[in-house]
Nanobody, 127 residues
Framework: VQLQASGGGLVQAGGSLRLSCAAT????????MGWFRQAPGKEREFVAA???????????YYGDSVKGRFTIHRDNAKNTVYLQMNSLKPEDTAVYYC??????????????????WGQGTQVTVSS
C-alpha cells in the first residue's frame, strides 16, 4: 500500500485546512485509515481514524485534543481519507502523517499497530 498525503500549509489560528491521503496498491489492507501528528521534540500523537467494515458501516475515532474540531471522512470509491480541521490552534502545528492497517482492533491510537505510512505534510498554525 502506498499512501500519498497532501493539503498541509500555513493558516491563521481559527482557520481551517483539509488534508487528503490517497491509497494505492493493495487497498484491501486499508480497513483502518488514520491520521497522526508529530510536533518537534514530541512523540507521534493520534489524531483520528476511521474503520470501514465490509458491510459499509464506518466508525470514527478521535484524539481528545481534536474532538469537536476535526472530522475524518473516507471516500471508498477513491480510496482516499480526508481530515477536515476547523478552529485550528497554534498547538495543532505539526507534521501530519496518514497511516493504514488491515486489522480490526479494540483501539486505533497506537502508531505501532499501523502497517503502512505516508509521507508527512506540514501544518503550521500562526497565532
Amino acid at each position: 500500500v502506498q499512501l500519498q498525503a497532501s493539503g498541509g500549509g500555513l493558516v491563521q489560528a481559527g482557520g481551517s485546512l483539509r488534508l487528503s491521503c490517497a491509497a494505492t496498491g493493495r487497498t484491501y489492507e486499508t480497513t483502518v485509515m488514520g491520521w497522526f501528528r508529530q510536533a518537534p521534540g514530541k512523540e507521534r500523537e493520534f489524531v483520528a481514524a476511521m474503520r470501514s467494515n465490509l458491510d459499509r458501516t464506518k466508525f470514527e475515532y478521535y484524539g481528545d485534543s481534536v474532538k469537536g474540531r476535526f472530522t475524518i471522512h473516507r471516500d471508498n470509491a477513491k480510496n482516499t481519507v480526508y481530515l477536515q480541521m476547523n478552529s485550528l490552534k497554534p498547538e495543532d502545528t505539526a507534521v501530519y502523517y496518514c497511516a493504514a492497517d488491515r486489522h480490526i482492533r479494540r483501539t486505533y491510537s497506537d502508531p505501532g499497530e499501523y502497517d503502512h505510512w505516508g509521507q508527512g505534510t506540514q501544518v503550521t498554525v500562526s497565532s
